[in-house]
């Protein structure tokens, strides 16, 4: 069977999405050795494998977001013709919203929250998710989503068949583990922070939906009582994120990143002393399950996804509950026995979400469309 991926979100700065695709793509060819792949991307991407068939198409000077569903409606179709693809897979929500003959398509549907809050998301971007997610989701033969919540969130806001929903958890990145770092290397990553006695950390976009307001606020409380716990907060603007940075940068204990490789987040993860997620809504949270895996005590919201997701690997809040994040913070620094029971914990939960066991799902269900 010729299976389509589309793989353009490779070519941006990397997202949880993003994550989800290419771990999937680096596993892939040791479990299918059967089913023939073809990425279909704008120019330039990430994944350099002999097991796939790359396929550049074209690259536009509008805006993504303009030329998005141009290219998903009117060029790629084209192209699935063109090498005979019996079966199309995006990762990222959006496929193309008329059917052609002969060809099945999945898409994963990580979330809807642009249903739940309007405040999550600018008002045009809004609707252009509302409209081609609606129409996409008719169009698709399945949809997989990440979580049982997310499914739950499908099923109350779009009128879809029950069945036609597919659970298939997430894992993240086998390379986010317990590291033995060298003193040099401890050395160079604490310099790089102004030696803190304690970091707590925050991985994800700066925008509304993450509560890095809350974040700030846990900060200042925990400044009045140790001015050697810094807080680091690593990720990209998302909407309303602007603002969010000017009151990031104003305050004498929190760090902000704004882009980190892959390398360096592996060793933040192993150096920090918590990692703090107070997130409103999460579709699945890839960083909470990185961290745990990482062995970093995980303080997250007890919402959503990230209840079932984290479970009883983290300590679980109202994500506006700050005394019992501020409690946490202190309790962890201070009594190493109860920091390496919820860090085992943490640990002993990551081992849940296989990413092996993620794409063997995967292929079952893209050999199981056709029958």
Do not use: C
């Amino acid at each position: 069977m010729n299976i389509g991926i589309d793989a353009r979100i490779l070519e941006r700065k990397m997202t949880g999405i993003g994550r989800f695709l290419k771990t999937i793509l680096i596993e892939l060819p040791s479990i299918d050795k059967e089913n023939k792949y073809f990425l279909f991307y704008y120019k330039n991407i990430a994944i350099d494998n002999n097991y796939y068939e790359n396929v550049p198409t074209v690259k536009s000077f509008l805006p993504q977001k303009l030329f998005a569903p141009i290219w998903s409606n009117f060029i790629l179709p084209k192209y699935l013709k063109k090498h005979k693809i019996n079966l199309f897979f995006s990762a990222n929500q959006l496929i193309p919203l008329i059917k052609i003959k002969n060809i099945k398509y999945i898409l994963v549907l990580h979330d809807v929250i642009y249903k739940v809050d309007k405040t999550f998301h600018p008002f045009i971007y809004r609707k252009y998710l509302q409209f081609f997610t609606y129409f996409s989701i008719k169009s698709s033969d399945l949809i997989i989503t990440v979580s049982e919540y997310s499914k739950h969130d499908i099923l109350k806001y779009y009128r879809v068949n029950e069945k036609k929903i597919r659970v298939i958890y997430e894992a993240a990145d086998k390379e986010f583990k317990i590291l033995n770092l060298s003193e040099i290397e401890r050395k160079e990553i604490l310099e790089l922070l102004n030696y803190p006695d304690h970091i707590v950390l925050y991985v994800g976009m700066i925008e509304n939906r993450k509560n890095i307001l809350g974040i700030l606020k846990i900060a200042d409380q925990v400044y009045l009582k140790n001015k050697n716990i810094k807080f680091v907060i690593i990720g990209k603007i998302g909407y309303g994120g602007e603002k969010l940075l000017r009151e990031i940068k104003i305050r004498q204990n929190v760090i902000y990143l704004k882009s980190v490789e892959d390398k360096l987040l592996k060793k933040i993860y192993n150096i920090s002393s918590i990692f703090l997620f107070p997130s409103f809504y999460e579709g699945f949270g890839f960083p909470p399950l990185e961290a745990m895996q990482s062995g970093l005590p995980v303080l997250a919201s007890n919402n959503t996804s990230l209840e079932e997701i984290i479970d009883s690997g983290g300590l679980l809040h109202e994500p506006n509950d700050y005394k019992s994040f501020i409690e946490d913070i202190f309790k962890l620094i201070e009594d190493k026995d109860y920091y390496e029971e919820i860090r085992n914990r943490g640990i002993e939960r990551a081992k849940h979400f296989n990413i092996n066991l993620t794409v063997l799902e995967l292929v079952k269900v893209f050999n199981s469309i056709n029958h």
